[in-house]
């Protein structure tokens, strides 16, 4: 190992690099949308303390060029990327740019990275969770006390070949973790969108707040099972009503997403929270939303807590309600309760409750074709949704289905819900991409989502706001929305 950095404070510059130069399109109209990558956060609040760390604030559209000048202007030692699998040509594109000026180590992570693998450009990679891995790591390259081979979680290249280390066992005390690395710029910067209260032009100091990690779930569209395995870590209350706090007294937060991947899979868990939010937000002005799925939300006591602790939406993960793909999967927990009657149960309970419901739905399951996405088109739009998001399956690595499917698009940035990246038995991208469009339109401009709107806006009124912010700053629905405004607000 070079003895360049032995016995030195190093600089450190973090990147998520979405919407660089706006090629990332979110047919669901939230592409210009600023978030927090939360995992990068906890990384480099890690080694704030032994090392110079900061993670480059940057408007939509600033251009590879201009994130190489802000990057630059740092003088790093070391990049640290996180990364969904569409960012890494991006990622590339920015380290060849830098290494232009300046010689540079480069660390990957996050969910293209789910399996270890090592891509051009990288010197190392950490799957899993990184908070103790990024230290010892930084520990072998500043003072070569630790063995490159002896750093769990850790995968690297050396001498021409690639190592991969054994995975490094989960965190159980994330207590312990420091709070994710925030500046005052970058959550003054960062909107959900959405529909939420506030309304888009009131909120402030967006935050993503991780308040466990994993899922009991093992969806084949998803990288869980190889990140976590089925096993859910907490947070304690108390210690997520801490960055609660701090947040609201730091940025002024007013609106947050827990990025749980299941916020109602613990129920005594988020009975504790609702209570201590509602104690701690006596004057109700700080909102939040998050995931749920609908097996676990089938409880109306707990729906009228959530909202009275300040939840605005939820995000239901239905997928699918084509009856044939429901049918083979009812067998497992996963699907016991995705039937059409257990859908709409659990949907018309959150808006009883006065949230605003948001559905995620899927184009290219295995059984999936025209015609039977187009029979369900009349049951989406009676389900009780009041906004949708519709991905078109994408197969990543650490998935079941991408072991299950024939990658056909090798352009990594097709590879983002938006474009059919592999062989399907029934479906062409274009096809894909037809429906995914005719899906919105039929939804948003049906006369059933005119009535569901109006209904939910005269007993929630303090929501019109917000419906009128979402459909200005909305970019594929705004047409269908804008002819239904004057009927609704």
């Not at 300040?310 to 927990?333: A, H, R």
């Not at 039937?339 to 709409?344: C, G, H, T, V």
């Not at 709107?453 to 629905?477: D, G, R, V, W, Y």
Request: net charge positive.
């Amino acid at each position: 190992m070079s003895k360049k950095y032995l016995n030195r404070k190093l600089s450190l510059v973090g990147i998520y690099p979405r919407n660089i130069d706006n090629a990332h399109y979110d047919p669901s109209g939230n592409s210009g949308f600023e978030v927090e990558a939360s995992g990068l956060q906890y990384i480099v609040s890690a080694i704030s303390k032994k090392h110079k760390v900061t993670i480059p604030y940057y408007k939509n559209g600033v251009g590879i060029g201009g994130l190489v000048k802000k990057i630059i202007f740092e003088e790093p030692d070391i990049l640290l990327f996180s990364l969904d699998t569409y960012m890494l040509p991006t990622a590339q594109k920015i380290i060849q740019k830098v290494k232009e000026k300046k010689d540079v180590l480069v660390i990957g992570g996050g969910s293209h990275f789910v399996m270890g693998q090592i891509e051009d450009s990288f010197d190392y990679v950490i799957r899993g969770e990184g908070e103790q891995t990024i230290k010892e790591l930084l520990e072998s390259i500043t003072s070569h006390t630790k063995k490159l081979e002896d750093i769990n979680g850790l995968s690297y290249m050396q001498d021409g070949e690639v190592y991969k280390n054994p995975p490094r066992a989960r965190n159980t005390d994330l207590d312990s973790l420091a709070l994710p690395f925030r500046t005052k710029e970058l959550a003054k910067n960062k909107s959900p969108g959405s529909l939420l209260l506030p309304a888009l032009k009131n909120q402030k100091g967006f935050a993503s707040i991780t308040a466990s990690r994993g899922c009991f779930y093992n969806c084949s569209f998803c990288t869980n099972e190889s990140q976590w395995g089925r096993n859910v870590i907490y947070r304690t209350v108390d210690n997520v009503m801490y960055e609660l706090e701090h947040l609201r007294d730091k940025y002024g937060t007013n609106i947050v997403f827990f990025n749980d991947l299941n916020i109602t899979s613990n129920k005594k868990w988020l009975d504790e929270l609702c209570e201590k939010k509602i104690e701690f937000d006596k004057e109700g002005k700080l909102y939040w939303y998050a995931m749920s799925n609908i097996a676990t939300a089938q409880n109306q006591k707990m729906l009228n807590k959530m909202k009275k602790a300040g939840c605005t939406q939820l995000m239901f993960g239905i997928e699918t309600i084509n009856p044939v793909k429901l049918q083979k999967e009812s067998n497992g927990y996963e699907r016991k309760y995705q039937r059409l009657e257990k859908i709409n149960k659990v949907l018309n309970m959150s808006q009883e409750a006065g949230i605003f419901n948001h559905g995620l739905l899927m184009l290219g399951l295995v059984d999936d074709s025209n015609e039977s996405i187009r029979k369900t088109i009349p049951q989406i739009n009676n389900l009780n949704l009041h906004s949708i998001r519709i991905s078109i399956n994408t197969p990543f690595v650490g998935t079941k289905d991408y072991s299950n499917y024939i990658i056909t698009d090798d352009n990594l940035k097709n590879h983002d819900t938006s474009h059919l990246v592999f062989s399907h038995k029934n479906l062409t991208e274009d096809e894909c991409q037809k429906l995914q469009s005719e899906l919105y339109g039929r939804f948003y401009g049906s006369i059933q989502y005119k009535n569901r709107m109006t209904q939910f806006l005269l007993k929630n009124p303090e929501a019109k706001q917000a419906f009128s912010s979402f459909i200005e700053s909305n970019i594929i629905t705004k047409y269908y929305m804008k002819i239904l405004e004057q009927k609704i607000i």
